[in-house]
């Protein structure tokens, strides 16, 4: 157990008020693994080394853990019907199978439509009930999570969640997602029945199907052990909470960072708009070669979509990712990715972490120590650090745990990846300047901590020419 200092009865005081020396004390003073009692919780930290033996460790569960804390697992149980036992992965294997692989013709659909548009497609995402529920369920979500309060204390913030599955004020949005959907559906067999008659051939039929996500869902209903289209619209809700939450998190962060460091806007935007006009030129040459060949020249070379930022566009731009790489790497909170023993374990240094003992990663002693995985001056913000090398913005490691490691990396993440780069590419081609209108706030928001939930005023110059087009 790390000493107290004089005065403290927790050491959370002494944490919140500068994270990695506290926790650079707690090193020096007791090596890489220790004790604190923190988030009214006594907690057993890890570092270097230490935190691959908990990811990679079956034993060590971070699901457990914040089902422990919050009641996470009955609190979304609460809405969907299947794929409730311990080894379900129906939301990994949708996204690993369906949403992933689509990414690039998901990108317009995304962006100049709606995240709604991509997992329930267009026409429902176009009912207006479904599109208030897309909205509204994500101040519902903030609601339950407390986020919409910055008086709520952190603990308060978990006891709400485990209490609110007895009345998740979500459920009545999954039914009203079903209720839009239904019809829709049913559109959509007459459709295909027609088509059948008509004798329209494998490859025809399959070009007129929807590719949303829903869509792909009922195409595997069997597979997945859906119970009904209200369950399907349970799952769908669970990813669009998750995919919206992390992404508004996220991308929020890299805007307050823009602003922090001012430097990278016209670097950035240097780059997207070389990306941009090589791109142009490409597809320029390729409509003269069908030209000259007395070829048609497709659809999808059409002029007006030259400077899209597509997804294409978005791999080409290595300082964005960069960026983004190292945003995520400095803003993440130092004590992080809480796992729950499921027995008794015994780390190599010969530590023994009880059944149900709680566990933390330090990622000060990863994120911000290590030179040999991140160069020179670790624990400073240098937005080209990866510029050049194999690191991008999704690849894990133990130097690297925005989203996890192991079996259980976070299988979203090339899509967050997707998103908040198109977030941060459109910010820097509207807006010249983005800048904090109260200078001494920015450090709030630079850092992530549990329950810091501020947002410094910004104010945005626009370039006063028009973004890229989507």
């Known amino acids: 157990m790390v000493s107290l200092r004089p005065g403290d009865k927790t050491h959370d005081k002494e944490y919140r008020e500068n ?60 809405l969907i ?83 609110m599955h007895f009345n998740n004020p979500l459920k009545h949005r999954v039914q009203t997602l079903a209720e839009a959907a239904t019809p829709v559906i049913i559109e959509r067999r007459r459709r295909e029945a027609r088509l059948i008659n008509e004798g329209v051939d494998a490859p025809q039929f399959i070009k007129t199907r929807p590719h949303d996500i829903l869509q792909k869902m009922l195409d595997r209903f069997d597979e997945y052990g859906f119970v009904d289209l209200e369950d399907i619209c349970g799952h769908i809700m669970l990813l669009i909470l998750t995919s919206v ?95 729950m023993a499921r027995k008794e374990n015994i780390l190599s240094n010969g530590m023994v972490i009880p059944k149900y003992g709680m566990v933390l990663a330090n990622l000060t002693s990863t994120h911000a120590n290590n030179s040999v995985a991140h160069g020179a001056n670790p624990g400073k913000f240098h937005p080209w650090r990866y510029v050049g090398t194999f690191k991008t913005m999704t690849k894990v490691g133990v130097d690297y745990l925005p989203f996890g490691m192991g079996k259980h990396v976070c299988p979203g993440r090339f899509m967050a990846s ?32 549990h329950g810091n939930v501020a947002s410094p005023a910004l104010v945005f110059t626009s370039r006063g020419q028009q973004p890229p087009q989507l």
């Not at 026409?123 to 339950?144: C, G, P, Q, W, Y």
Request: proline fraction near 3%.
């Open 418 to 449: 997707q998103q908040t780069k198109t977030v941060v590419s459109l910010m820097v081609s509207k807006f010249e300047k983005i800048e904090f209108q109260d200078l001494g706030q920015a450090g709030s928001v630079l850092r992530t901590q």
């Open 81 to 163: 019907k299947s794929g409730k036992n311990h080894d379900a992965r129906i939301q990994n294997s949708i996204i690993l199978d369906h949403l992933t692989p689509s990414l690039p013709k998901y990108q317009a659909e995304m962006v100049s439509k709606s995240t709604g548009t991509v997992f329930m497609g267009a026409e429902v995402a176009n009912n207006s009930k479904a599109l208030e529920t897309f909205i509204m369920s994500m101040r519902d979500f903030t609601s339950v999570l407390g986020l919409n309060d910055v008086n709520i204390p952190f603990w308060r913030r978990w006891l709400n969640l485990k209490l």
């Open 19 to 78: 994270q990695d020396k506290f926790l650079t004390r707690c090193q020096t003073e007791s090596g890489p693994v220790f004790k604190l009692l923190i988030h009214r919780l006594q907690i057993t930290v890890v570092s270097d080394d230490f935190i691959r033996e908990m990811f990679l460790n079956e034993n060590f569960s971070n699901v457990d853990a914040l089902n422990e804390l919050m009641g996470v697992k009955t609190f979304l149980h609460s």
């Open 245 to 339: 939450h992390t992404t508004i998190d996220a991308s929020s962060s890299m805007v307050y960072y823009l602003a922090a460091y001012p430097e990278t806007i016209p670097v950035l935007h240097r780059e997207q708009v070389q990306v941009l006009d090589a791109i142009q030129q490409e597809r320029q040459q390729e409509r003269a070669s069908c030209l000259s060949k007395c070829l048609e020249i497709s659809p999808e070379l059409d002029p007006a979509h030259d400077r899209d930022l597509s997804s294409a566009a978005l791999k080409r731009m290595v300082h964005l990712d960069s960026f983004q790489r190292e945003v995520l790497r400095c803003r993440t909170e130092a004590l992080t990715h809480f796992h």
